[in-house]
């Protein structure tokens, strides 16, 4: 007995930026590959976001092998406490590369608390200060740490001249205000597809169209259909949906102004 086919990847209308995988995680697929396949069903450009010290030349590394493809550098708060004064040098170097588009990703997360909160705490105003320093946005991550996270964005978002994203926005809507009153973007993904995430869906429902970036957060969290399989940035397309359904507008405008978005935070500068 056969389960019904699950739904093929519909191909919309006009191009679609990938913002926020981890390409350097796939265990099924190697990542060039995901990538031509992200490609052929209308993905146009893909960010893969640096996590931890071992990993930034990695995703340099592959960025460097599709003009398509670009990267970001930063130390995420799970991994925070290996960062030293060394890593901070590094990333100060190597954001000076035309493929790097941003600084990240990088945060707070007092859920899983992997690593101290005041180490995570110098770790992200590490960061931010190389961020305006180098007049590049930055990509955020931020789970049960609201307080905090408005705290830091009051005290540094005036300074930055590129803002950001919260990426995989679930945290409360205070947070959502205070960023999108600070000029960021909140980065939806697979998240709003589930049935037990409403408050996600709430979340999008009150953020402004031009204010949305579209994610998959791959390999992780994958949207329905296709539940259970490993994430790609190739099923983009049914967050794309999802995203239009929920803020009642069509599909292709959804695609138009979520593309705007993306272009205007990372790529103003690099084509
Ligand atoms: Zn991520």
Same mark, same amino acid.
């Given at each position: 007995?056969?389960?019904?086919?699950?739904?093929?990847?519909?191909?919309?209308?006009?191009?679609?930026?990938?913002?926020?995988?981890?390409?350097?995680?796939?265990?099924?697929?190697?990542?060039?590959?995901?990538?031509?396949?992200?490609?052929?069903?209308?993905?146009?450009?893909?960010? /893969?976001?640096?996590?931890?010290?071992?990993?930034?030349?990695?995703?340099?590394?592959?960025?460097?092998?599709?003009?398509?493809?670009?990267?970001?550098?930063?130390?995420?708060?799970?991994?925070?406490?290996?960062? /030293?004064?060394? /890593?901070?040098?590094?990333?100060?170097?190597?954001?000076?590369?035309?493929?790097?588009?941003?600084?990240?990703?990088?945060?707070?997360?007092?859920?899983?608390?992997?690593?101290?909160?005041?180490?995570?705490?110098?770790?992200?105003?590490?960061?931010?200060?190389?961020?305006?320093?180098?007049?590049?946005?930055?990509?955020?991550?931020?789970?049960?740490?609201?307080?905090?996270?408005?705290?830091?964005?009051?005290?540094?978002?005036?300074?930055?001249?590129?803002?950001?994203?919260?990426?995989?926005?679930?945290?409360e809507l205070r947070l959502a205000e205070?960023?999108?009153?600070?000029?960021?973007?909140?980065?939806?993904?697979?998240?709003?597809?589930?049935?037990?995430?409403?408050?996600?869906?709430?979340?999008?429902?009150?953020?402004?169209?031009?204010?949305?970036?579209?994610?998959?957060?791959?390999?992780?969290?994958?949207?329905?259909?296709?539940?259970?399989?490993?994430?790609?940035?190739?099923?983009?397309?049914?967050?794309?949906?999802?995203?239009?359904?929920?803020?009642?507008?069509?599909?292709?405008?959804?695609?138009?102004? /979520?593309?705007?978005?993306?272009?205007?935070?990372?790529?103003?500068?690099?084509?």
């Open positions: 007995m056969s389960k019904k086919p699950k739904r093929e990847i519909p191909i919309l209308g006009s191009p679609i930026i990938e913002t926020h995988c981890h390409l350097d995680h796939l265990q099924e697929n190697d990542p060039l590959t995901t990538l031509k396949e992200a490609f052929n069903v209308g993905i146009e450009k893909v960010v /893969t976001i640096a996590t931890n010290p071992d990993n930034l030349d990695v995703v340099l590394d592959l960025a460097n092998q599709d003009k398509n493809l670009f990267c970001t550098q930063g130390i995420h708060p799970h991994n925070a406490k290996d960062c /030293t004064v060394d /890593t901070i040098l590094k990333i100060d170097n190597q954001l000076k590369e035309s493929k790097v588009v941003a600084v990240g990703e990088i945060g707070l997360d007092y859920y899983y608390n992997k690593t101290p909160r005041e180490k995570q705490i110098d770790v992200f105003k590490e960061h931010l200060e190389l961020a305006i320093k180098h007049e590049l946005p930055v990509v955020i991550h931020s789970r049960d740490a609201e307080d905090d996270t408005i705290e830091i964005l009051n005290q540094y978002a005036p300074r930055m001249k590129k803002k950001g994203v919260i990426h995989s926005f679930t945290s205070c960023a999108i009153s600070h000029g960021f973007y909140l980065g939806y993904n697979g998240i709003i597809t589930f049935k037990n995430a409403q408050n996600v869906r709430d979340a999008l429902a009150i953020t402004p169209l031009n204010r949305i970036l579209t994610e998959t957060d791959s390999p992780y969290l994958t949207p329905i259909p296709y539940r259970g399989k490993e994430n790609a940035p190739k099923y983009l397309p049914f967050i794309l949906e999802k995203i239009a359904e929920i803020k009642n507008v069509s599909v292709d405008e959804a695609l138009k102004v /979520t593309y705007q978005n993306a272009h205007d935070l990372f790529f103003r500068l690099t084509n």
